[in-house]
């Protein structure tokens, strides 16, 4: 069993929408993109997962919490291009469109709460998160938000389609055992790692769900 981590301000959307209108300010005056959570190099390997895995680059994907949009900033760059970023902070989405219009980026970002069950979003071949797991990990009803955030997630996922996820806050084996009801591991992205005492560990773990066989499905179709 994982132990609930501490509930605290970056858990919350007042937390973030101070933090982005500072960025959009900071943006605005100086140009500066703000922060990469997690550093660029976690970027440059997403993409090269993305290539590796020969995903074509027609592909419906969506950035779930994509705070400034940089992501996939990068990955329309890279000819991804049936992009769609969102994030319950409406300044962020603010930075985003800003950011992506200055770079002549196409990228549509909208405001939206992954935890809301009315969600407009579906069928994607590819989920992204970067630490926005994390935040809502942070957040007060982190054990019941975590569960909505699987289930919406999965129903906005193709059955083909995979979620990357990408934190610093659980260990792969701890974000497989909350995620089993819904996913299966297909594979680990490598991400940097440090040696202490002799063990090796990584600071961030990067890795990739394929969604859940639903059997209940196959039956129905079966029995037509
Ligand atoms: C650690 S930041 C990461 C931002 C971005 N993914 C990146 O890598 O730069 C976490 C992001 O998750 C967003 N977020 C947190 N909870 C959310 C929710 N329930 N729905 C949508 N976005 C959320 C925050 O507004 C913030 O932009």
């Known amino acids: 069993m994982c132990d609930e981590l501490e509930h ?19 943006y605005q005056n100086h140009g500066d993109v703000g922060e990469i959570w ?32 940089m992501l996939l900033i990068e990955l329309y ?7 769609i970023g969102v994030d319950y ?9 800003s950011i992506a219009t200055k770079f002549e980026c196409n990228i549509e970002f909208t405001v939206c709460d992954i935890i809301d069950q009315n969600t407009h979003l579906s069928d994607f071949d590819i989920i992204l998160d970067k630490g ?26 193709k059955e083909t389609g995979v979620l990357i996820i990408t934190s610093c806050n659980w260990t792969k084996d701890e974000l497989i055992e909350q995620f089993q ?5 297909k594979e680990s992205i490598p991400t940097p790692e440090f040696k202490f005492g002799g063990k090796v560990g990584n600071v961030v773990t990067s890795i990739v769900f394929k969604r859940k066989i ?7 179709l079966f029995y037509l």
Do not use: M, P
């Open 89 to 97: 902070s409406e300044n962020a989405i603010t930075l985003a469109r």
């Open 8 to 26: 605290c301000e970056l858990g919350t959307q007042e937390y973030w929408n101070k933090r982005y209108k500072e960025e959009v300010k900071n």
């Open 181 to 185: 009801s819904h996913f299966d591991l």
């Open 214 to 220: 639903n059997i209940e499905n196959y039956l129905i």
């Open 132 to 157: 926005t797991y994390d935040a809502i990990s942070l957040s007060f009803n982190a054990k019941e938000n975590r569960n909505k955030y699987i289930e919406n997630v999965q129903k906005i996922l």
């Open 77 to 83: 760059n890279e000819g991804f291009q049936n992009v």
């Open 38 to 69: 997690f550093g660029e190099d976690i970027v440059d390997r997403l993409i090269k997962w993305a290539k590796t895995a020969q995903i074509e680059k027609s592909c419906k994907v969506l950035d779930i919490g994509c705070g400034n949009g």
